[in-house]
Structures are given as C-alpha cells and as structure tokens.
C-alpha cells in the first residue's frame, strides 16, 4: 500500500513559475514509478509527466521544455517544477504511483495560471 500527498499548488500569473511535491509513504515507494496527471473541468485527466523507478522521464507534448520531474527515493518525494505557465495549465494535478499490478493516486492539488 503506498499513500501519496501533493502539495505546492496554487494561484500564479502568466510566464510564472510553481513546484509541486507528491510526498509518498509506503513500503518499496522506489520500486514504483511516479508521475503526473492533470484535470481542468469538463475534460478527461491527461498524462503530464513520469519518472521511472531508474530516473527516466517521459513528458507530454504540451508541456516539454517547460515542466521537470524528479524524485528523491531517499525522501519518498517526487517533484514538478512548472515553468512559463500558460492559463492552459490551470486543473488540478494528481501524483500517481505505478508498479504492475499496482496503481495508486494522491487527492491533487490546484494550480491555476491567470492574471
């Protein structure tokens, strides 16, 4: 079982910049890989960012060059950095763990991106 709490959103302007954390406790938390979804409203939820148990990251087109995942194993945390946010990353943001046949979410946080 591996329960998992973000934090770090909230309300920023335009070109702004905001990190996020997903916060894991559990057992073999680095064996899973870690990563991001995110929901705006009346949308499906959409893949952001992964990072595998080796530290490869895999991200959406939309938010390459702008968006960095990193974990720290040792503090069971996982990060996104989010750079030049545009109002079009405004949804809440989920942190997923993964490891087959194992899938667990945190509650998400909001980040909203207007002037």
């Known amino acids: 079982q591996v329960q998992l709490v973000e934090s770090g959103g909230g309300l920023v302007q335009p070109g702004g910049s905001l990190r996020l954390a997903c916060t894991a406790s559990?057992?073999?938390?680095?064996?899973?890989?870690m990563g991001w979804y995110r929901q705006a409203p009346g949308t499906q939820r959409e893949f952001v960012a992964t990072?595998?148990?080796?530290?490869?990251?895999n991200y959406a087109d939309s938010v390459k060059g702008r968006f960095t995942s990193s974990r720290n194993n040792a503090e069971k945390t996982l990060y996104l950095q989010m750079n030049a946010l545009k109002p079009e990353d405004t949804a809440v943001y989920y942190c997923?763990?993964?490891?087959?046949?194992?899938?667990?979410w945190g509650q998400g946080t909001q980040v909203t991106v207007s002037s």
């Open positions: 997923y763990a993964q490891r087959t046949p194992y899938n667990y």
């Open positions: 559990g057992s073999f938390v680095s064996t899973y890989a």
């Open positions: 990072v595998t148990s080796t530290g490869t990251t």
